[in-house]
């Protein structure tokens, strides 16, 4: 059965750090391109970061540059994002998603989410004081 599951979300306060982790079972993720997406109330889905399958390069939106950090562990078939100087504008439910198989080339704003594949149930990610 082919499934994405992530964990780690939860409250933090602003400045602080979460790691979110997807756990991919069914399919090799090696295969896929991989990215985060969060969807905040009243508000779009929007990309956050992807790890290209094209060329093994990550890209992260503006808003989270400097701050996320997206990496695989190969022999665990898992990603993870590594948040930190966490803001209030943070604050999302959060998902990773997965498209392929291929090498297929990602930007954190391109493909749009309906060209991704799998999808995990998404987890929360509460930042405040």
């Known amino acids: 059965q082919v499934q994405l599951v992530e964990s780690g979300g939860g409250a933090v306060q602003p400045g602080g750090s979460l790691r979110l982790s997807c756990t991919a079972s069914?399919?090799?993720?090696?295969?896929?391109?991989v990215a985060w997406f969060r969807q905040a109330p009243g508000k779009e889905r929007e990309g956050v970061s992807c790890l290209s399958s094209s060329n093994g390069l990550t890209d992260h939106a503006d808003s989270v540059k400097d701050r996320f950090t997206l990496y695989t562990d190969r022999s665990k078939n898992m990603v993870y994002l590594q948040m930190n100087s966490l803001k209030p504008e943070d604050t999302a439910v959060y998902y990773c998603?997965?498209?392929?198989?291929?090498?297929?080339?990602?930007?954190?704003?391109?493909?749009?989410?309906?060209?991704?594949?799998?999808w995990g149930q998404g987890t929360q990610v509460t930042v405040s004081s």
């Open positions: 998603a997965a498209r392929g198989p291929g090498r297929l080339y990602c930007r954190a704003d391109a493909p749009s989410e309906h060209e991704y594949d799998y």
């Open positions: 069914g399919f090799r993720l090696d295969d896929y391109s």
